[in-house]
């Protein structure tokens, strides 16, 4: 069974963390409701004394973090005064003694928590707060990007229903598979990247707009997202901010899109790759 989005961001995070702070263990989870985070990812461990831990906000170090929605650290977790130790055992287990937890926080609203520890009562420095806050900032923005996949997904479904007859929904959908286009790059986990090209192929071929007959165009994935954002009107330095890319970079894209679906203008480049069904 593949594993699922948030483990696949998870994991990446937590190895980053181990990477660029020197901790040699990091652990994490996402939120099952508002109070309660479940330890699902563990990296460096020796032991599965913390995998499946359910930690409620304001309990353990963890806990707090997520109470406060703000890091915290302790030098020594099993004599610590500054926490709750409903946790001990699982943290003795694993032999940690200085510990920092990170708050993950979309919207203001805290949906996970990643931790970093040594097996050594030593003093955490800037360095390591800092590798452990860009961790958690890395699954801040994955989960904001599915989040904003699963929001253009949902208007894709609810408000089209006959496209030619609802011009304006599918000027909408268009917007939508602009927006995922640009997102595809965010999003590390393979399988979910399939999935959302996939879905963008089936909005450009729902629209209607192939005409039978045309020749075969095959664009490569950066010369569609350049033309995706070209047909909702936007200038090359627009395109290149909404898709990370340098303004020359778009404008390389752009030339060779409108040379292979044998264009000379950028209108002319939108209405072939509509035609020959790459664009809704």
């Known amino acids: 069974m593949p594993e699922s989005v948030d483990a696949v961001e998870m994991q990446a995070a937590l190895l980053r963390l181990r990477r660029t702070s020197g901790l040699p263990v990091a652990f994490g989870g996402l939120l099952s409701d508002t109070r309660h985070a479940r330890i699902a990812e563990l990296n460096g461990a020796h032991t599965a004394a913390l995998r499946g831990l359910v930690i409620s906000a304001g309990s353990g170090l963890g806990g707090k973090a997520i109470a406060l929605s703000r890091p915290c650290a302790v030098t020594d977790y099993h004599s610590s005064r500054h926490i709750s130790h409903e946790y001990d055992t699982a943290v003795a287990a694993e032999g940690l003694r200085s510990v920092v937890a990170v708050p993950v926080v979309v919207r203001r609203k805290v949906r996970g928590v990643l931790y970093g520890a040594l097996r050594e009562p030593l003093v955490l420095g800037d360095r390591t707060f800092d590798a452990a806050v860009a961790a958690a900032r890395d699954v801040e923005q994955a989960l904001a990007v599915r989040d904003e996949v699963q929001l253009l997904l949902a208007v894709t479904r609810e408000e089209v229903t006959d496209p030619r007859a609802a011009p304006e929904a599918w000027e909408g959908v268009r917007e939508a598979h602009r927006e995922l ?41 950066r010369e569609l997202d350049v033309l995706s954002c070209v047909a909702a009107g936007t200038t090359n330095a627009v395109a290149a901010d909404r898709l990370g890319l340098r303004p020359e970079t778009v404008k390389g894209y752009l030339r060779s899109a409108m040379r292979k679906l044998g264009a000379h203008t950028r209108l002319e480049a939108v209405v072939a790759a509509r035609r020959a069904g790459l664009l809704p």
């Open 181 to 221: 286009r640009a997102l595809v790059p965010k999003v590390l986990d393979p399988a979910l990247r399939d999935e959302l090209l996939a879905v963008c192929g089936r909005l450009a071929s729902a629209a209607g707009t192939r005409v039978p007959g045309s020749r075969e165009v095959q664009l490569a994935p």
